[in-house]
């Protein structure tokens, strides 16, 4: 048995065992300490080139039109981690929705010029629910480029209901379309492209994919085309998705464009890949696309921090819409961040960002 | 235990009596069982793919973590009552496990749905209660999550608080009380203390939470300049490697070195500050170890490099710690023992923190398969602590409810002589 400590010795040991802790503890955490033992980042830039500019039109932002139908059918299927090809989703009897169906879906039109003159027209995602997709892509005049093979390729931002289950909309017009997806698909993913139906989510695809599907994964920046790029993060992601990928365009006399489909990487995550990875990655001048925020106009103090924090990248354009919610859209605004409004056509609800037919035009 | 220990438990005069001999089988074996028990209870409870499906995620884990502090009052502030220490002597594990795991989840449910739900958040703070939040126009779902968050955070402070008392202080000044009296005053002595540290650690959290900011009902979350985040999550991180800290220093550790300290209530004062340091230094080594492998975090950043992700991972490494610690406690009999008590310590500590390491990669590969859970280290609603608490709840279940049966059983009076 140990012999009993004096009060002395006591005393003595709580305020050296404190004192080395403390130094020990808050000295290995602090910049002097981590400037010297944390490994150098690597600097390895890559130039994607230049392009003259740029057009990006919301296709469709709304991606479902009852928040409260949306989130009672997740909590019904068991919550926020439940595979989304096994939920049943509302398809009848809503109010807000488009002909009493709650889904939407979310898809960008981009044309990019080339520094040659040439205009590559991309198809970001297919949207969620074919009816108002296909009503979409034909207002919107992408039902006839995509007949004509007009359009040179599509890009799946992630596997999301909302941004890939409309894939049929795209496949019926141009089912060869040469197609690049974030690796993380899933199987299940894969099999929908080719054809196979999950009835029990209701939906399917009557028009298999045909042509060149490329995964793209998260080792290096993929460029495109000259000025064109894409970047993939290993994120994982609600209703058992995995991965996303996201445009990165560099227009010329202006800087980088950043594209998104929902940004699940986040938005300062992502900006941040781009300054170490791409060269003019310091001067961030635009970004469109869901910031994937407040979707469910629901908050947690971490998205105050990235408010807080994104004033400082200097970005002059903000084009966010789909998942960056209308509390985010406030609380950007009120803190000085150049969001750029949109008309609220076509069922998207609000003005306060860019909506459904909106374009945003960089030159 | 200290040598002059003013009160001990029941359970620190439990003498128990092999069946399964050791070494190692039985310790392999048991640890076998209690992850059999706990796959079950996943799957049934809350498995995004099981019966249930209550992990979505913060309302399966707020049970989770109310289960383990039941757990811990019954045991270690009413030292079993109103059962008597006669009948758990004599009774048949089984029974005594069923009877007693059944108030577990019977207290849990009371306190959540009657106390918190019907109660403190209809009379007191809206937050607590989902119905009464889902009144201010809140998601039916939110109000579920947010809620769940709360609940569950009262439940991590109190399983730090509540069992330094009876581990440190022994109860001082109130060790000759008999129970519930004893039992009645540690418990409002300590969920007091708990409510104390929730409101100052947890509820600034929710003045930022809610839009607009409830700036007149809650303060700013007052560690923003120095931890780049506005989250409860810092306050989460090291609050979890301080509940880490008590379960280590009870276990593996064996109250050393504050137990050697002589008398009341200096020895519980020490352990309190060997605890509470022992929690700093995890946190901010484990804190120092992910900007190694994952860079410095950024402000505003999410996922993997977000500051708060990577407070709450300090807290998620830390259990896993702390699960491999106890796995050796309890299945391997705290081996070594035959060494000095410093040599026995170091050499737990060394062998928990290698298989820690194994653990953690163990999880993060194949969790997604086998529990369902999201791939990827980093997601907002991805909680490695609620499967691997469950995990320790069964071994307490097993260990505090059942004496380890069936690899012991209770040494008989004549067995004990």
Redesign the interface.
């Known amino acids: ?7 002395r010795s ?1 005393v003595k ?2 305020a050296v ?2 004192l080395a ?2 130094f ?3 000295g ?2 602090s910049t002097v300490f ?1 400037s010297q ?3 150098k ?1 690597k600097v390895n830039l890559v130039d994607i080139g230049q392009i003259k500019g740029l057009k990006i039109k919301v296709i469709s932002e709304t991606s479902w039109y009852d ?2 139908v949306f ?2 059918d ?2 019904k ?7 989304q090809y096994e939920i049943p989703w509302t398809r009848e009897g809503v109010k807000a929705g488009y002909l009493g169906d709650n889904l939407g879906g979310f898809s960008t039109y981009i044309e990019a010029e080339l520094m040659d003159g040439k205009v590559m027209k991309i198809l970001l995602d297919s949207g969620w629910n074919p009816h108002w997709m296909d009503k979409r892509f034909k207002e919107e005049g992408i039902a006839e480029k995509l007949a004509k093979k007009e359009i040179d390729f599509q890009v799946i931002s992630h596997e999301h209901i909302d941004h890939f289950f409309g894939i049929e909309s795209t496949m019926r017009h141009y089912p060869d379309i040469p197609m690049y997806v974030p690796k ?1 698909f899933y199987q299940d993913g894969f099999d929908l492209l080719k054809g196979k139906s999950f009835p029990k989510a209701n939906v399917k695809n009557d028009h298999p994919h045909k042509g060149k599907v490329t995964v793209l994964d998260s080792k290096q920046v993929n460029v495109l085309y000259p000025g064109i790029a894409l970047m993939t993060f ?5 209703l ?1 998705v ?1 991965g996303e990928q996201a445009f990165v365009f560099n227009v010329k006399d202006k800087g980088i464009v950043l594209v998104t489909g929902c940004c ?3 938005i ?2 992502y900006m ?1 890949e781009v300054r170490k990875k791409i060269v003019g990655g310091e001067k961030i001048y635009a970004v469109q696309g869901g910031l994937h925020i407040s979707p ?7 998205y ?7 004033n400082k990248y200097g970005v002059q354009k903000i084009g966010c819409n789909h998942c960056t919610g209308f ?1 985010t859209a406030e ?1 950007m605004i009120k803190a000085g961040l150049p969001v750029v409004k949109g008309t609220a056509r076509h069922m998207s609800k609000r003005d306060i960002y860019l909506g459904n037919g909106d374009e945003l035009v960089i030159t | 235990m200290s ?2 220990a003013l009160d001990t438990l029941w359970l620190e005069e439990r003498k128990l009596t092999d069946l399964i001999k050791q070494p190692v089988i039985r310790g392999i074996l048991d640890t076998l069982l209690a992850f059999a028990v706990f796959m079950g209870l996943w799957w049934v409870f809350m498995d ?2 099981g019966v249930l ?5 913060q ?1 399966g884990y707020m049970y989770i973590r109310w289960l383990l502090i039941i757990a811990i009052w019954q045991v270690y502030i009413f030292n079993f009552w109103p059962f008597k220490l006669e009948w758990m002597e004599k009774a048949h594990p089984l029974k005594k496990g069923l009877i007693l795991i059944a108030i577990n989840f019977a207290v849990t449910g009371l306190l959540v749905w009657v106390f918190y739900y019907n109660i403190f958040g209809k009379l007191a703070i809206p937050y607590f209660s989902w119905p009464e939040l889902k009144k201010t126009g809140l ?4 109000s ?1 999550e947010y809620s769940s968050l709360a609940i569950l955070m009262m439940a991590a402070i109190a399983s730090w608080l509540s069992p330094i008392w009876p581990s440190a202080f022994e109860n001082y000044p109130w060790h000759k009380l008999k129970q519930p009296a004893k039992g009645l005053t540690v418990f409002a002595v300590t969920f007091l203390l708990t409510t104390y540290a929730y409101l100052i650690f947890m509820h600034p ?1 929710y003045r ?4 607009p900011w409830q700036e007149y009902t809650a303060a700013f ?1 007052w560690w923003y300049n120095s931890f ?6 810092f306050n989460v991180g090291w609050i979890m490697c301080a509940t880490v800290s008590v379960w280590l220093t009870e276990t593996i550790l064996e109250r050393y ?1 504050f137990r ?3 008398s009341q209530p ?1 020895r519980g004062i ?1 352990g309190f ?2 605890i509470l ?2 929690a ?2 995890l ?3 484990f ?2 170890f992910q ?2 492998v994952w ?2 975090s ?6 993997i ?4 992700w990577r407070y709450l991972h300090t807290g998620e490494l830390a259990v896993i710690l702390l699960t491999v610690g106890l796995v050796l406690y309890f299945y391997f009999d705290n081996w070594p023992r035959k060494f000095s ?1 410093e040599v026995n310590i170091l050499i737990r500590v060394a062998i928990t923190i290698v298989v820690a390491v194994g653990l953690h990669w163990a999880y993060y590969k194949y969790s997604h398969q086998l529990l ?11 909680f490695p602590m609620a499967p691997v608490i469950l995990f320790i709840n069964v071994m307490l279940y097993h260990n505090w409810f059942m004496d380890g049966w069936p690899g012991k059983r209770i040494k008989r009076e004549a067995e004990a002589l």
């Open positions: 048995m140990e012999k009993d400590f004096s009060r006591f040991g709580m065992g404190t802790g403390y020990g503890a808050a290995l955490s981590k033992l944390l490994p980042e928040n409260n989130l009672n997740v909590k299927a068991g919550g926020l981690l439940v595979n993380g290993d994120v994982p992601i609600i058992r995995f699940h990487q986040g300062i995550s941040e469910f106009e629901d908050w947690d103090p971490q105050d921090d990235l408010i807080m924090a994104f509390i609380k | 040598a002059n995004p793919r499906r209550w992990y979505t995620p309302y998601s039916d779902f939110f579920r959290h930022v939470l809610f839009y979350p780049h985040t506005l989250s409860g999550n070195p050697l300290v002589r200096w020490a500050l060997f340091l022992l700093f230094i946190f901010f080594s804190v120092f900007d190694m860079g410095v950024v402000e505003g950043a999410k996922r490099m977000a500051p708060d008590t369902g859970t999201q791939a990827g280290y980093s997601h907002p609603q991805q």
